[in-house]
């Protein structure tokens, strides 16, 4: 059922993840609620929808029958897809809920609520929610609730769920795709003159401080977007209570989303140097333009690197991946940054 989930087939707490909930459609002891949490909640819905199909296609998850094309749109009747409007995941919406559990289902199969940012429900929608989780009207009915922050959710919801966390690679924001541009093509500038300038100096400093101050540029959508959500929420007439936890969860959000940012805009400009260094190996062992990770480098390669001992470039590469296993944990960005471009400049002499 999770075989064509491209997104989570190399990351071992998945493959675990999976192997459990495989193992539950298997011997059909499927459980009346799960929470999915994770860095992505697209990616998690793409789960919870792969997961209902196969609990209920007779074969499994197909992926051919009726079952599975349409639960895959989030059309089958037996499935109920609900989400906050805007900040908000109201009372309304689990009133809804209860409607839908309280009906005859459609049809073979077991009916499936599917609660996307569950972490936005006010007291009262998680009230509502808690009572129907402790005695749903059908025994045979199944709620999976989606959440990028656990710690924001009632504890009293948690402790009713089976609990699997994901892990995700964070995907590109689309208005950022042209500023990574800028970005590659800067760095791809900075490697160039460092190879072949033995008099750099402070300029190697400086390259690590205007990737910093590109992707602080980048971040800055972020943080625009996080004000105009709290002001939003502040003139929403809700109580006071709700306001505040409203805007924790923002914050909480937010703060996520800036840590995931920073690991992969760092982690693209390890990606870059890597690429460079691997096509200098890759030019002094005789391989062709159109093999290259920048086609665009390779006579520059050819006429100016073709002499660099590749068991440097090795090494070189090692300490790069050493640094991007640290990300997200104590790795400071700009001395990581400086010792990198000082070792690619010692290839140089």
């Given amino acids: 059922m999770f075989q064509e989930l491209e997104f989570i087939t190399e990351n071992n707490v998945n493959q675990s993840n999976i192997g459990f909930l495989s193992g539950m459609v298997k011997n059909d002891c499927i459980s009346h609620a799960y929470l999915f949490a994770g860095n992505n909640v697209n990616q998690l819905y793409r789960l919870a929808l792969s997961f209902a199909v196969a609990i209920n296609c007779k074969d499994g998850g197909c992926g051919k029958c009726s079952i599975c ?11 109920l897809v609900i989400e906050p409007e805007g900040n908000i995941l109201r009372a309304e919406e689990i009133v809804y809920l209860q409607r839908f559990i309280g009906m005859t289902a459609s049809g073979p199969g077991r009916k499936i609520c599917i609660i ?9 929608s998680g009230n509502r929610l808690l009572k129907t989780l402790e005695d749903p009207p059908d025994p045979e009915s199944v709620f999976i609730l989606l959440t990028e922050d656990i710690q924001a959710m009632l504890p009293t919801i948690v402790s009713r769920c089976l609990v699997y966390k994901w ?17 590659e093509k800067y760095i791809d500038d900075g490697v ?20 910093r101050e590109i992707l602080k540029k ?24 709700d306001i505040d936890r409203y805007i924790k969860v923002l914050k909480s959000r937010h703060k996520r989303q800036l840590s995931k ?22 030019v002094n062992m005789g391989a062709s333009r159109e093999e290259l990770n920048f086609e665009r480098n390779y006579n520059f390669i050819k006429n100016r690197l073709k002499d660099l001992n590749i068991i440097d470039i090795l090494k070189t590469i090692e300490t790069i991946e050493e640094n991007r296993m ?3 944990y104590s790795l400071n960005i700009e001395v990581a940054l400086d010792n990198i471009f000082l070792q690619v400049k010692s290839l140089g002499y």
């Fill in 261 to 282: 940012f920073n690991k992969l805009g760092i982690s693209r400009v390890f990606d870059i140097i890597s690429a460079w260094l691997e096509d200098i190996i890759s």
């Fill in 69 to 79: 094309s349409n639960t895959l749109k989030g059309l089958h009747p037996n499935i």
């Fill in 192 to 211: 160039k003159e460092m190879m072949i300038d033995k008099k750099l100096k402070g300029s190697l400093l400086d390259l690590s401080l205007r990737i």
């Fill in 218 to 241: 980048m971040e800055s959508r972020i943080k625009v977007g996080l004000g105009k959500e709290i002001d939003t929420i502040r003139q929403s007439g809700y109580s006071p209570e």
């Fill in 167 to 183: 892990n995700f690679e964070f995907e590109e924001v689309h208005e950022n795709k042209k500023k990574f541009r800028v970005l």
């Fill in 326 to 328: 640290h990300l997200g």
């Fill in 116 to 124: 996307k940012e569950s972490e936005l429900m006010n007291t009262e």
